[in-house]
Structures are given as structure tokens and as C-alpha cells.
T-cell receptor
């Protein structure tokens, strides 16, 4: 089965410090990986995606993610955390399903940035 | 316009009621989705419409009935729901091609409570 895993339910980081939210994947063939963020009582917002090419992907709001094929990881990073980054973060993979594509999400990681 | 609009934002219904959730987008997207999300859990795919035809049904109970009247609208008809169906229902859309790099655009969701 093709899936993503987020090993941490919650990550706490001090404002101004670098942050990392972890994601590992299990995909046969080429992985198509995404990060989404969800603020309270809102839908999910796209942050960035990896399809092919450069292993370092830059996205919205200063976030970036590093694709590592040997470690099957796609960790989300930001050099300097803001209190407003506090939210729920989902890693996702797009997989084929009967000729169509569907997106499967990881279990989510709550990021808490402490002032 | 890069929004997906969902109405109502909140809905409380009894187990014998019939209600409908509505979703609208004007981005010209040809794929539309319904997801169900329990608190602090990832969204779970329910249905996918591609070019106004139902392409994926994730074995959803028949008390949930999707409808796609045209390329901009997506409905979810609810009948005889159970309390365990209480959740945040998210609508999403994407361009609708077969490409792997499509990102999803989400609405803010309908928070459903079944009494």
C-alpha cells in the first residue's frame, strides 16, 4: 500500500528557532508528495509539492521541504518559526486508483510555536 | 477567484432528517472531492467527481449521496445519519487532469452534528 507516515503527533518550537516536521513515505514507483496546513476550523491549504527534480522544494510562507530518496523522507522545514505558524500540518501522497488519482494524508502533526 | 465555498458552515440534524451540503468553485476545475474529517484526524476521502461523473466512491454508506449538477457545483445529500457521522465535511477541487502534480483547493468545511 502507498502511504505516508508522520511520526510526531506534536512538535513544540520556540519562536525564531528553526522547525522541522517529519514525514516518511512508502510508495512504489515515483512518489508525488505534498504538504498541507490546516488552521483551526478551516480547510487545508497547499504549502508545497515534490514531483521531480531538485530535492529541496520551496513553498508558501517561507516553508521548504527536503526530499530524501535513500531515507524515504520528505520533512517540512522553516528556518525561523513564527507564532502564526502554529497549526496542524499534513503530509500527503497522490496515488493512482483505478485510472484516477487520489490523495492520501498522513495522520497530521500539530505544530506549536511558543512565544 | 481561487476559493471553494461551502454552505452551511454549521449544521445540526436529527437522525431522521434530510439535509444537503453544498460546494461551489469558479476556478474551472473539473475534479471535485468530498472528504470527511474527525477532530484531530486526517481527512478521509469519500467521493471524487471527474468531469461531472462519479469516479471514486470509497465504500461510503448509502445514507450519503453525492451529486454534481454541473462543473461548478457539488452537493452531498444526507439522510438517516448516525451520531458517528458527526464530523467536518470538506469539499475540494483540482484542475482535473491526469497529472500527478495537481494540488487540492479546499473549502472551509461544514461542521455537522447528528443528534
Amino acid at each position: 500500500a502507498q502511504s505516508v507516515a508522520q511520526p510526531e503527533d506534536q512538535v513544540n518550537v520556540a519562536e525564531g528557532n528553526p522547525l522541522t516536521v517529519k514525514c516518511t513515505y512508502s510508495v512504489s514507483g515515483n512518489p508525488y508528495l505534498f504538504w498541507y496546513v490546516q488552521y483551526p476550523n478551516r480547510g487545508l491549504q497547499f504549502l508545497l509539492k515534490y514531483i521531480t527534480g531538485d530535492n529541496l522544494v520551496k513553498g508558501s510562507y517561507g516553508f521548504e521541504a527536503e526530499f530524501n530518496k535513500s531515507q524515504t523522507s520528505f520533512h517540512l522545514k522553516k528556518p525561523s518559526a513564527l507564532v502564526s505558524d502554529s497549526a496542524l500540518y499534513f503530509c500527503a501522497v497522490r496515488v493512482p486508483s483505478g485510472g484516477y488519482q487520489k490523495v492520501t494524508f498522513g495522520t497530521g502533526t500539530k505544530l506549536q510555536v511558543i512565544p | 477567484d481561487t476559493e471553494v465555498t461551502q454552505t452551511p458552515k454549521h449544521l445540526v440534524m436529527g437522525m431522521t432528517n434530510k439535509k444537503s451540503l453544498k460546494c461551489e468553485q469558479h476556478m474551472g476545475h473539473r475534479a471535485m472531492y468530498w472528504y470527511k474529517q474527525k477532530a484531530k484526524k486526517p481527512p478521509e476521502l469519500m467521493f471524487v467527481y471527474s468531469y461531472e461523473k462519479l469516479s471514486i466512491n470509497e465504500s461510503v454508506p448509502s445514507r450519503f449521496s453525492p451529486e454534481c449538477p454541473n462543473s461548478s457545483l457539488l452537493n452531498l445529500h444526507l439522510h438517516a445519519l448516525q451520531p458517528e457521522d458527526s464530523a467536518l465535511y470538506l469539499c475540494a477541487s483540482s484542475q482535473g487532469g491526469s497529472g500527478h502534480n495537481e494540488k487540492l483547493f479546499f473549502g472551509s468545511g461544514t461542521q455537522l452534528s447528528v443528534l
